[in-house]
T-cell receptor, first 115, second 112 residues
Framework: EAQVTQNPRYLITVTGKKLTVTCSQNMNHEYMSWYRQDPGLGLRQIYYSMNVEVTDKGDVPEGYKVSRKEKRNFPLILESPSPNQTSLYFC??????????????FGSGTQLSVL | QKEVEQNSGPLSVPEGAIASLNCTYSDRGSQSFFWYRQYSGKSPELIMSIYSNGDKEDGRFTAQLNKASQYVSLLIRDSQPSDSATYLCAPCRGNYGQNFVFGPGTRLSVLP
């Protein structure tokens, strides 16, 4: 089954304790990205990756790191989490449909709470 | 001005009616436009994509795009209670379509 898998689904942590949210896709997509979703602000792009070893900042990259060592995995790293990073996080990969369109395929989300 | 604006709603329509969802965007470099549906606690799922001015129909859904007015809309015909969700407008910018910019979403409620 084609899917984007995020782990964990829920995470509660404390300020300053490094954490990693994993994301893996089994569709051989080149493009992957991370978003955070906050009430009233919608989905905001954190980082994206066009291919292996190619990453770039989105609109809200501060406080986050990513890596893309292999095509299927795109982990999101919070080196020193702060309460303002409490949010719902989504990983997504993108593919081109048969008629030339594009489609973002989202993971199930990770609800992060930083105390 | 926010880059993508949508009425937050809730927009309430009776079952069987037409729901009209609107979106304006500020980046004229946006080339492709998407509507996603998101149920509470779930991830967004693609409803429609549109790339050129005019209308595009897919089943009960019609997307409309007017690049000159920087406006995109989604019409849902014969609305069903199962259509009750938040609808996210997402223009895509960047030379390689790498930046999806999502609006805050419009919450739709279809009343039985």
């Amino acid at each position: 089954e084609a899917q984007v898998t995020q782990n964990p689904r829920y995470l509660i942590t404390v300020t300053g304790k490094k954490l990693t949210v994993t994301c893996s896709q089994n569709m051989n997509h080149e493009y992957m990205s991370w978003y955070r979703q906050d009430p009233g602000l919608g989905l905001r792009q954190i980082y994206y990756s066009m291919n292996v070893e190619v990453t770039d900042k989105g609109d809200v990259p501060e406080g986050y790191k990513v890596s893309r060592k292999e095509k299927r995995n795109f982990p999101l790293i919070l080196e020193s989490p702060s309460p303002n990073q409490t949010s719902l996080y989504f990983c997504a990969s993108k593919f081109r449909t048969g008629n030339g369109g594009e489609k973002l395929f989202f993971g199930s989300g990770t609800q992060l709470s930083v105390l | 001005q926010k880059e993508v604006e949508q009425n937050s709603g809730p927009l309430s329509v009776p079952e069987g009616a037409i729901a009209s969802l609107n979106c304006t965007y500020s980046d004229r470099g946006s080339q492709s436009f998407f509507w996603y549906r998101q149920y509470s606690g779930k991830s967004p799922e693609l409803i429609m994509s549109i790339y050129s001015n005019g209308d595009k129909e897919d089943g009960r859904f019609t997307a409309q795009l007017n690049k000159a007015s920087q406006y995109v809309s989604l019409l849902i015909r014969d609305s069903q209670p199962s259509d009750s969700a938040t609808y996210l407008c997402a223009p895509c910018r960047g030379n390689y379509g790498q930046n999806f910019v999502f609006g805050p979403g419009t919450r739709l409620s279809v009343l039985p």
